[in-house]
């Protein structure tokens, strides 16, 4: 199992990114996709997560700004940040979990396969 992020940067506040989140070892769409963050000095926080049913669910502070998707052709998965934040600044991990008992949501993910990250900066 791997899972390698791309799309990071550094961009203005109001400013737009894509993250993309290649994954090689299962379909995307038979486990639980997420996207967590963690800012310097802080605990890493689940933003969004999309499960093998179609389940979304997002951090409350990202809710009508950001959108996670799977790619329709790739094994890949997307987060979308539209109108970035300083507050959206840290390192972006793309995580997995397949345990069939999960409950498929952000809040109580337990990812058990991480990537590297990507950074993200958002300026004032």
């Known amino acids: 199992v791997q899972l390698v992020e791309s799309g990071g940067g550094s961009v203005q506040a109001g400013a737009s990114l894509r993250l993309s989140c290649e994954v090689s070892?299962?379909?995307?769409?038979?486990?639980?996709m997420g996207w967590f963050r963690q800012a310097s000095g802080q605990s890493r926080e689940g933003v969004a997560a999309?499960?093998?049913?179609?389940?979304?669910t997002y951090l409350p502070s990202v809710k009508g700004r950001f959108t996670i998707s799977e790619g329709s052709v790739a094994n890949v998965v997307y987060l979308q940040m539209d109108d970035l934040k300083p507050e959206d600044t840290g390192k972006y991990y793309c995580?997995?979990?397949?345990?069939?008992?999960?409950?498929?949501?952000?809040?109580?993910?337990?990812?058990?396969?991480w990537g590297q990250g990507t950074q993200v900066t958002v300026s004032s």
């Open positions: 995580a997995a979990e397949s345990d069939p008992d999960r409950t498929g949501r952000i809040s109580t993910m337990f990812a058990t396969s």
């Open positions: 070892g299962y379909p995307v769409d038979s486990v639980c």
């Open positions: 999309i499960d093998s049913d179609g389940t979304i």
